[in-house]
């Protein structure tokens, strides 16, 4: 997907590649889904969009609606079907005639672009931001995390190695392309690190120092309400230690009134704007049970200079140090050690680690993608000169 709308950080994270690439001078063109409708074509930011229908039974994103549990499988299986994807964006990707195809999740287009790219024999440099390769739900997680491929999931992760054209990865954090290479994906691809850009509006806040932390300091959670989320341990940990988190940010309304239920002395505030709320408080919580694949919400926290205390899955270390964030990693589903977490940070003796931004080095889209044109044009060079 392309915003609007913006379902999460990885749309964001998307236009802001887009926007890189152009500044960079790059001409881009962006395929995007959509629900139905014919086509339409708009032009954002100097990004030209291309909307097309998608290639399944219906739009299962942004929606509450439950669907029964045989249409759900049956949009699986037809997402693993390389030939409906291409057969949606032949036609369209023929006549841009791209000199590379730059592919993020492609959840939705049953493999189309990865087909195209290969039948055209055009330059791939696919981005990891999610576990969709992997997992119907994209997250890795059933009734807890998963360690192995469940049989739901393993023909996605099969048709994944299946398709894969071959070409440049480009993982967001270490630990999503290590979980990918785990289950057997991208062996032998050339492997590039590229964290999501950060263009916070808002100005670093001038903090206190950790000793001057008070029973007054604010602790904040930023982002969607979900079980993967750690919302629920969160709470109840903050509930222990008797303190108050103030949490913002839209889920199933359902999730939300039980949480508002279970947990009273929590202050929920719904939809805010980002900037303003990480300004209004002292420390952010980011207490994810899912391996977050790098988590935004980290990164723009750091950049602004407020300090975190955040889960030990997934990128979110190497997404708040590689920004100059101050942290301290927690268990998210050990309530005891995060309840003391939580009473050190109210009594001021919680000591926040030092980043080392150095450690996570990351390049830049644009050159990642330049280095794939010149090896593909080389590799075609010397073939023809054979």
């Excluded at 014919?38 to 229908?53: K, N, Q, W």
Aim: net charge positive; with cysteine.
């Amino acid at each position: 997907m392309f915003p609007p709308p913006y379902v999460g950080g990885a749309e964001r994270s998307v236009e802001a590649l887009c926007e890189e690439l152009v500044a960079a001078g790059f001409r881009v063109t962006v395929l995007a889904l959509k629900g139905r409708g014919a086509a339409d074509v708009r032009s954002v930011s100097g990004i030209t969009v291309i909307r097309l229908r998608i290639p399944n039974l219906f739009w299962k994103w942004g929606t509450r609606r439950r669907r029964p549990r045989v249409f759900e499988t049956l949009w699986n299986v037809i997402d693993l079907s390389s030939l409906v994807g291409l057969m949606r964006i032949r036609r369209t990707a023929n006549r841009l005639s791209p000199d590379v195809i730059v592919t993020n999740n492609i959840s939705g287009w049953a493999y189309g672009p990865w087909a195209f790219a290969a039948k055209a024999r055009i330059p791939l440099v696919h981005v990891v931001r999610d576990y969709n390769l992997l997992c119907v739900r994209s997250n890795l997680m059933r009734n807890g995390l998963c360690e192995t491929i469940c049989g739901k999931c393993r023909p996605r992760r099969d048709a994944s190695k299946r398709n894969w054209p071959g070409g440049t990865v480009v993982g967001i954090s270490r630990r999503v392309i290590e979980l990918h290479q785990q289950h057997g994906l991208f062996g032998g691809a050339p492997v590039a690190y590229s964290h999501p850009r950060i263009t916070n509006a808002g100005r670093v806040v001038e903090r206190r120092p950790d000793e001057a932390m008070s029973r007054n300091s604010v602790i904040g959670y930023l982002g969607r309400l979900g079980p993967e989320k750690g919302v629920e341990i969160m709470l109840a940990a903050a509930e222990e230690a008797d303190v108050t988190v103030r949490v913002a940010g839209a889920g199933q309304d359902s999730y939300r009134d039980e949480l508002s239920r279970r947990f009273p002395g929590a202050d929920f505030v719904g939809h805010v704007d980002a900037n303003e709320f990480l300004a209004s408080v002292d420390v952010l919580v980011v207490p994810s049970v899912w391996e977050e694949p790098f988590g935004r919400v980290a990164a723009e926290a750091a950049a602004l200079g407020v300090p975190l205390i955040i889960s030990n899955r997934g990128g979110l270390a190497e997404s708040a140090e590689s920004h100059g964030g101050r942290f301290v990693l927690i268990d998210p589903e050990d309530r005891g050690a995060l309840a003391d977490v939580f009473g050190r940070f109210k009594e001021g003796t919680l000591a926040f680690s030092e980043p080392i931004p150095s450690r996570y080095p990351s390049r830049a889209i644009p050159d990642i993608v330049r280095d794939a044109v010149s090896e593909h044009v080389s590799s075609r060079d010397q073939a023809g000169s054979r």
